[in-house]
């Protein structure tokens, strides 16, 4: 699709700066993954994907987890076995322009354990972004091949003024005698996509989700929090930092 993943390119990383701790945090992952280090309920999982799309390739893989609403897939035979898997990380990573704002190591183009002062006890690295450097706002691109959604997944336009608790049984109506559903709602018709994957304008404006994975299972409801205060914290949408 021209993006391994979607925040890389949907101008995700110029709209929003980590925190010292968020990138301190992810650094510290990566490092430890590059070191072989691996979530035991994930296992040899190669590829994932949210639970809302379908990707051409997941039928022609092992699907090994689901953790939360992400789904986890290993390749087939031999290239999903553990021994595929003994080679040591060779290192040499590209000098990426966007990445510039968080790392002086991309900035330079040199290689980052020359640059980049190292964790405590992990591999060289930088705990912080660099406050002085700015860069231009990225025009939003978004991969070369969308489609329409499944059939099970509903992008839809909620009406702020029927009530927020008219949501759920209009998702309800829509996932009615469906297994796995789920409904994605705004209140902003400007930033309401038909197609995935959805823009980042529009990802930071969504209202509203239904999620439900069988017929009579129960289903999870999230709210865009700023728009529809809720009592309970854990309905509301995890935003981006």
Not at 13 to 18: D, K, L, V
Not at 84 to 113: C, N, V
Request: charged letters at 20%; one cysteine or more; glycine letters at 8%.
């Amino acid at each position: 699709t021209g993006c391994q993943f979607t925040f890389t390119c949907d101008g995700a990383m110029t709209r929003r700066r980590p925190s010292a701790e968020a990138w301190g945090r992810v650094r510290r992952i990566a490092q430890e993954a590059l070191n072989g280090r691996t979530e035991p309920r994930v296992g040899h999982a190669t590829h994932y994907h949210t639970d809302w799309v379908q990707p051409v390739w997941s039928p022609r893989m092992d699907k090994i987890a689901a953790v939360n609403t992400h789904l986890f897939f290993r390749w087939r035979g031999r290239w999903g076995e553990p021994a595929s898997f003994a080679a040591r990380y060779a290192g040499g990573e590209a000098a990426m322009a966007k990445m510039a704002m968080l790392s002086p190591a991309h900035g330079s183009g040199l290689a980052a354990a020359a640059v980049d002062p190292p964790l405590p006890g992990i591999a060289p690295a930088i705990l912080a972004p660099p406050a002085a450097l700015v860069t231009p706002p990225a025009r939003e691109r978004l991969p070369d091949q969308s489609a329409l959604p499944d059939a099970d997944v509903f992008l839809i336009l909620v009406t702020a003024a029927a009530g927020s608790e008219s949501f759920v049984p209009q998702a309800q109506r829509l996932c009615a005698g469906r297994g796995y559903c789920k409904v994605i709602g705004w209140t902003d018709d400007r930033r309401k996509p038909d197609r995935l994957p959805m823009p980042g304008i529009a990802v930071d404006a969504i209202s509203f989700t239904f999620t439900r994975s069988a017929v009579a299972g129960p289903a999870t409801t999230r709210w865009n929090c700023a728009e529809f205060p809720r009592a309970d914290p854990a309905q509301c949408l995890r935003r981006g930092i």
